[in-house]
């Protein structure tokens, strides 16, 4: 039937659209797809689309992950909590997030320092007291543990010379 062709090649175009922009977890996508469109039109075009590899939820994990510990720096559990938001199951995002962790070499208490220091610069000015608040705080907004915030803030904050 032409409608039906006619809906599934607009739901193609809207999606790879989308993917054009970044990558999407698999629900996400449908999600966004279901808007516009009929289910069983979505669930032929995600199908599609897993077919060829433009839908695949632990390469988008991974990638996820990934940028997230480059440029925003949070906790894995933070991470992990992000994409099961987005629609990975539970148990993908924790594989993802190791799979990244180990493959980088990273650690909590190394993740945790990285966003300090990005973030210190917004605390200059500030007296340290304020300055270590703002930081723990900041770090625990991310997800770090408190422990893991506490211990990153005060060897940021450390004077020179004088490491925790």
Do not use: C, W
Not at 38 to 50: C, D, N, T
Not at 72 to 95: C, F, H, T, Y
Not at 130 to 150: D, M, N, P, Y
Request: no cysteine; charged share 35%.
């Amino acid at each position: 039937t032409g409608e039906i062709s006619e809906e599934y090649e607009r739901a193609i175009a809207r999606a790879l659209n989308l993917l054009a922009h970044r990558q999407h977890a698999a629900r996400e996508l449908k999600t966004k797809l279901a808007r516009k469109f009929e289910k069983p039109v979505v669930r032929k075009v995600l199908a599609r689309l897993s077919e060829l590899g433009y839908v695949d939820d632990p390469a988008f994990a991974r990638e996820y992950a990934r940028q997230r510990f480059e440029r925003s720096p949070r906790s894995p559990q933070a991470v992990i909590s992000e994409l099961v938001k987005r629609g990975v199951r539970g148990d993908m995002a924790e594989d993802a997030v190791a799979l990244v962790l180990a493959e980088k070499g990273l650690e909590e208490d190394m993740l945790a320092e990285v966003a300090a220091r990005k973030k210190l610069s917004a605390f200059q000015g500030l007296e340290p007291s304020e300055q270590k608040i703002r930081l723990f705080r900041f770090l625990s907004s991310r997800g770090f543990a408190k422990t893991v915030a506490l211990r990153a803030t005060e060897r940021i904050l450390a004077p020179t010379g004088k490491h925790n």
